[in-house]
């Protein structure tokens, strides 16, 4: 627990210490943008920066989203994991927690998302800053199926 938490400050410094910080090999950075298009990505990148807005994984074969590091990235907006390997296990935990606005799950391996999937994804619990037991939250725009 205590090696969890120094992990977590380690990166949260890191992420603070330098404008560039990390970007995810194969992936181009910008401002506040990670854009990891057509890469063929078969895992979730790592390192991505904590303060990135806009992820784009369009086109790769990711084939699952870590819920734990997707609660990382709380100032995220902006999703796109269109043409992946998503599966219907995704894990949508992460829902609760980011500020998501926009999500494109469109060509994957979903048979289906509804609304009702998010509607228990849980209601903002990550302490600071965000109110916990509001009216669950969801994102405003979500594409699914097949286009
Ligand atoms: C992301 O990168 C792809 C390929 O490099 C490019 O076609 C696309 O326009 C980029 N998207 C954004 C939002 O910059
Ligand atoms: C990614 O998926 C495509 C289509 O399913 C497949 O043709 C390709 O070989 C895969 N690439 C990797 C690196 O797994
Ligand atoms: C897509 O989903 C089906 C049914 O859940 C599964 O059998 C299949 O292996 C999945 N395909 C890929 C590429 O993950």
């Known amino acids: ?3 969890w938490g120094f992990a977590l400050v380690f990166l949260l410094g890191m992420g603070m210490a330098s404008g560039d910080v990390s970007c995810p090999s194969g992936c181009s950075c910008r401002y506040l943008e990670v854009n990891c298009t057509g890469q063929q990505l078969q895992e979730f990148p790592a390192a991505i920066p904590l303060d990135t807005r806009q992820l ?4 790769n074969n990711v084939s699952y989203l ?9 100032d995220l907006v902006y ?5 992946n390997l998503l599966g219907d296990d995704l894990d949508f935990t992460f829902i609760g927690v980011v500020k998501l606005v926009y999500l494109d ?3 994957n391996n979903l048979t289906q998302v509804t609304f ?3 509607s ?3 209601a903002g619990g990550r302490g600071g800053g965000i109110s916990s037991g509001s009216t669950p939250w969801r994102p405003l725009a979500v594409r699914g199926g097949a286009g």
């Open 1 to 3: 627990m205590l090696a």
């Open 56 to 59: 784009i994984l369009a086109a």
């Open 66 to 74: 870590p819920a734990m590091e997707l609660s990382f990235l709380a």
């Open 79 to 83: 999703l796109d994991c269109r043409k």
């Open 105 to 107: 799950l469109s060509f």
């Open 116 to 118: 009702s999937t998010f």
């Open 120 to 122: 228990h994804g849980g």
